[in-house]
């Protein structure tokens, strides 16, 4: 163990307004070993002084940092995703703390390596429910009631943090987690774990067939879809078992064009 498992890890900022915060979370990533940076339709300018001045010695973080259009785009390639909220959404999927799901982003074995995500919203209004159906888990960082809602580079810092001594020592936090997805896959499963790219191609598919036969309407298809979304992060499936669901939409799709249509 080490922070070679942090390697793999992309910290995703959706959507940041602040340059100041920007090179903020630069700074904190370079402290605790972490350097994929991904900023997803930018409100501001990553490359200004400001951003560059508050990185300080995380300029390298900065310097390479990606910056894509969609939240998607952010996650291709990723096999697992963790949103933060500051919210309370009325999704059925519960929010977790930071310590028990952290973890579950980090490779147990080094040499296998697990590619994944991070996510934090914008400084004004947080992951949207559309945004947080992309992740797997969520997570919310516990803070007084009075004021729950923390500063974006300050919610990345207390992740970043806890991220460092799991990597680093993963006695010191984790003894008591039990994540509800498998925590300790094998390396053969993380290997062959479908990507969340190709799990939202999936759920693009599963989409246009419902609507298609009329389970789903217009109007009403991505409150729907919301529902159905955590079904399959929860089940994992892998590349093949992903494949072989796509190949039956396909089959089912071929079926409804085929069908003889009434004179």
Known sequence: MGLEQLAHLRIVLVEPAGPI????????????????????????DP???AAWRMAVHGQEVLAAAQIVSTLPEA????????????????????LEIPELVLPWLLSTDPQVPLP????????DRGLSNEELVY????????????YPSLNLAQAVAVCSYL???QATDPTVTMAHSCPPIAANPTDAEVESAA?????????????????????LYPHTAASRMAKLRPLLHRAE?????????????RQVNWAINSAPRPS
């Open 21 to 44: 915060n920007v090179g903020a979370v630069a700074r904190v990533m370079k402290n605790m070993g972490l350097h994929q940076l991904v900023l997803v339709n930018p409100q501001c």
């Open 47 to 49: 490359t200004s002084t």
């Open 75 to 94: 996650l291709v390639g990723c096999q697992r995703a963790v949103a933060t909220t500051g919210r309370i959404h009325p999704q059925r999927q519960g």
């Open 116 to 123: 994944a995500a991070l996510i934090f919203g914008p400084e």
């Open 135 to 146: 992740a797997q888990r969520w997570i919310r960082i516990p803070a007084s009631d009075a």
């Open 163 to 165: 991220l460092h001594r």
């Open 195 to 215: 990507t969340l790219d190709q799990i939202e191609e999936f759920h693009q598919d599963l989409e246009a067939i419902l609507l298609k036969i009329g389970y």
């Open 237 to 249: 499936p892998n590349s093949q078992e992903l494949a072989m669901l796509r190949g039956i939409l």
